[in-house]
């Protein structure tokens, strides 16, 4: 009898681990169903643009997926591109002889770099020194003539020993004038003031060459600047032209980006999200139905009833009177030749 109890429930199971594997296959193709549909509905779908400027070109494959995208350009925006290709190589030649054309700026420069540095060789006291010994070199011929002029009038007169005007030392200790006639103190008092205006006017000529040689510098910078930006200014034409074929090109790519803007708005997220979220709630609340087997079911439960053992007592008892009716082993023969019946011994615990 307990035999009978435990294959029932083994039966039971087995038939009810079948019905859950099978269940489990059907709820993971139903969530598969359920995200493929959600796939399809937030799958992007460009939308071909046409405009002035350009067309656009989606390609799909064979699963309505998009593999590539394009665009292309209408014939009038091409042939004005063409147009101005050929004019930026005609403004990038341009720039290629720039340098060639704006190296005198940079001779010129050179040249004042180089006599810049010659004038700041000196400080302005050197400089004024060297305008004083100057102007003394021209003013000395002339002023040798007038003193022999005054020496042969002084002479003639018959007042050249006369000397007056002298001086005592001075309160620093320097010696004071000499005396000499009124003629040759007013010959020599002219010579003190020129000389006097002379080292005035060398000091501003030692400055003004200074800032002349300092401005000599900044011309020659100045022209190197002038070469420079006369180089860069050179590659205006080319960028000018080849930004124009740039713009025609972003004008025929809006068909495409257009497309594209669309694509991403029929693209029904929501939509795909509550999909997919219906289809797995729906799989979940089935898996219970599907995973359900009654005869399993009622195997397990019978074989935990022990009215199930009660009721088919009488019925294992029949059979086991119907091939014994003596004891004797299990298999084989009895003796006389008889066929050996079932022990009751020997019943496995039925």
């Known amino acids: 009898m307990p035999f009978i109890i435990a294959g029932a429930s083994l039966l039971g199971g087995y038939l009810a681990g079948e019905s859950s594997k ?41 699963g309505g997926q998009v593999t590539g995208a394009g665009y292309a350009i209408s014939p009038e925006m091409r042939a004005y591109q063409d147009r101005l290709m050929a004019l930026s190589g005609q403004g990038l030649t341009q720039a290629e002889q720039a340098q060639q054309q704006f190296a005198p700026l940079q001779t010129g420069a050179q040249g004042l770099f180089g006599l810049g540095q010659q004038y700041l060789a000196q400080s302005p006291q050197e400089a004024a020194q060297q305008y004083m010994a100057r102007q003394q070199e021209l003013l000395a ?46 010959y020599y008092n002219a010579l003190a003031q020129q000389d006097a205006l002379l080292a005035s006017e060398a000091m501003q000529a030692g400055q003004q060459q200074t800032s002349f040689g300092a401005g000599l510098l900044g011309t020659a910078g100045n022209l190197l600047t002038q070469g420079y930006q006369g180089q860069v200014g050179a590659l205006a034409p080319y960028q000018a032209y080849l930004g124009g074929v740039g713009s025609l090109e972003a004008q025929g790519q809006q068909a495409l980006e257009l497309g594209s803007a669309l694509g991403g708005r029929i693209a029904n997220l929501t939509g795909a999200n509550a999909l997919y979220g219906g289809g797995m709630a729906s799989a979940q609340t089935q898996a219970a139905a599907n995973a359900y087997n009654p005869f399993a079911t009622a195997l397990v439960n019978a074989s935990s009833n022990p009215a199930f053992g009660r009721a088919v007592s009488p019925y294992i008892n029949a059979g086991r009177s119907m091939f014994s009716d003596g004891p004797s082993n299990v298999y084989g023969y009895g003796g006389q030749g008889r066929p050996l019946e079932y022990s009751s011994s020997m019943d496995f615990g039925i």
Do not use: C, K
């Not at 169903?33 to 399809?40: D, I, P, Y």
């Not at 460009?46 to 656009?56: A, N, Y």
């Not at 002084?154 to 006369?162: A, E, K, S």
């Open 22 to 62: 099978d269940a489990a296959e059907t709820q993971a193709n139903a969530q598969r169903e359920a995200a493929q549909l959600a796939t399809n509905e937030a799958r992007f779908r460009p939308v071909g643009i046409t405009t002035r400027f350009g067309q656009s070109n989606f390609q799909y494959g064979p």
């Open 141 to 186: 011929p002339t002023r040798e003539r007038q003193m022999a002029q005054l020496q042969n009038t002084l002479f003639q007169q018959g007042r050249g020993g006369l000397s007056v005007g002298a001086t005592g030392a001075r309160p620093s200790g320097a010696a004071g004038l000499g005396a000499t006639t009124p003629e040759m103190e007013a």
